[in-house]
């Protein structure tokens, strides 16, 4: 069974920067993709940033350059790297993990941007 967990969300204020991990309880290379998404209370999931096994990114509009999606296959851990932060971006963000017959989610972390 693979774990994914996150960690790094927090408050900041608008116009700040965080860094979002997600580590992997196994090798990472066992995933096509790994993404993150996000959702806030009462809304769907929606989609974040993607990289595939081959190091392909690609990003909602919303976040294109602001957010960096990266990864560290010798840490088996995916990053998220969230700048100009605006008061839009408060959601919990979601790690998952798709391999070509399953994916796996993490449990979230809270990213909240104060005005």
């Known amino acids: 069974q693979v774990q994914l967990v996150e960690s790094g969300g927090g408050l900041v204020q608008a116009g700040g920067s965080l860094r979002l991990s997600c580590a992997a309880s196994g090798s990472i290379f066992s995933f096509v993709a790994m993404g993150w998404y996000r959702q806030a209370p009462g809304k769907q999931r929606e989609f974040v940033a993607t990289i595939s096994s081959g190091g392909s990114t690609n990003y909602a509009d919303s976040v294109k350059g602001r957010f960096t999606i990266s990864r560290d296959n010798a840490k088996n851990t995916v990053y998220l790297q969230m700048n100009s932060l605006e008061p839009e971006d408060t959601d919990v963000y979601y790690c998952?993990?798709?391999?070509?017959?399953?994916?796996?989610w993490g449990q979230g972390t809270q990213v909240t941007v104060s005005s």
């Open positions: 998952k993990g798709s391999r070509r017959f399953d994916a796996y």
